[in-house]
């Protein structure tokens, strides 16, 4: 008998950021570490400095969902009352919320430097984080309010979820920028 897995919401969500992140490791990993640090404009980032920056983003998004969650578990956080953004996609939400240009929040700017190859490993790792997350969020709770996001406010953990995907997405188009100005 033939059997089709159906993959659940949340393996959906988990699949699409897994898909994003190979995607963007496979561009920066054509990076040499010498032109990883190259900026092409002064006030521009180079890809050691996106590649940082999406790690600080997304260890802080992990952290604060899961915290978050605990905190709605527990009747001690309940951020339920402001939903302006309830069933709007990501790119819809980002639509209405940014600016062309935003400003990094400090939590997730680039401030250590270093090899390329280290923030390549270390944001990969973030996989397994959000995978083991993953297992502990339920179904129901996708459309629950986590945390505020610094920029677009309250987002439900489903649409925090989609915003790791169109981040990293986003900056791989930053990084594969790059890519064609060297």
Known sequence: MLSIFMATPIEKLLNDVAQARQSYLAAVSTFTEQQAVQKPL??????????????????????????????????????????????????????????????????????????????????????LTLKTFGDVLTEDELVRIAHPHPISGPLSFGQRFEFLRFHIDRHRGQVERLLYSR
């Open 42 to 127: 002064p006030d521009s980032w180079n890809a050691v400095e996106v590649t940082e920056h999406l790690f600080w983003a997304e260890q802080g998004a992990i952290f604060g969902m899961w915290k978050t969650l605990l905190g709605i578990r527990a009747g001690t956080l309940n951020y339920e009352a402001d939903q302006p953004h309830a069933g709007l996609p990501i790119e819809e939400i980002i639509r209405r919320t940014w600016q062309e240009k935003e400003v990094v929040p400090a939590v997730a700017a680039p401030r250590m430097g270093g090899p390329l190859a280290y923030w390549i490993a270390a944001l990969d790792g973030l996989q």
